[in-house]
């Protein structure tokens, strides 16, 4: 598990630096996880396993982090609030925040 961590942050590592050099572009991060688990399974519908990474950010900004009320229904919105685009009537809500 540890090693899968390890392994995701070194790609990720390798994507924000190849965008770090493409000065004149303005791009969105949402880094999210789907759930917890126990053993092979989902697990109890509990906080435990309910909980998940929220992360977003603008590439001239800085990243925002959140656990726990973020919902894998907040990408959309999110995204669509970044295009600047109207996301009324979806489930979940734009997370950019100060961006």
Same mark, same amino acid.
């Given at each position: 598990?540890?090693?899968?961590?390890? &392994?995701c &942050?070194?790609?990720?590592?390798? +994507?924000? @630096?190849?965008? #770090? +050099?493409?000065?004149? #572009?303005?791009?969105?991060?949402?880094?999210?996880? @789907?759930? !917890?688990?126990? #053993? =092979?399974?989902? !697990?109890?519908? @509990? /906080? @435990?396993?309910?909980?998940?990474?929220? !992360?977003?950010?603008?590439? &001239?900004?800085?990243? #925002?982090?959140?656990?726990?009320?973020?919902?894998h229904?907040d990408? =959309?919105?999110? +995204?669509?609030?970044? %295009?600047?685009?109207?996301? &009324? !009537? %979806?489930?979940?809500?734009?997370?950019?925040? /100060?961006?």
């Amino acid at each position: 598990y540890l090693q899968a961590i390890e &392994d995701c &942050d070194a790609r990720l590592s390798r +994507v924000l @630096d190849a965008i #770090e +050099v493409r000065q004149n #572009e303005r791009w969105l991060f949402v880094v999210t996880t @789907d759930h !917890g688990g126990s #053993e =092979t399974g989902h !697990g109890p519908q @509990d /906080a @435990d396993n309910q909980t998940i990474f929220f !992360g977003v950010g603008v590439s &001239d900004r800085s990243i #925002e982090v959140e656990l726990g009320e973020p919902s894998h229904l907040d990408v =959309t919105p999110t +995204v669509l609030d970044f %295009l600047k685009l109207p996301y &009324d !009537g %979806l489930d979940g809500r734009g997370r950019l925040g /100060a961006f």
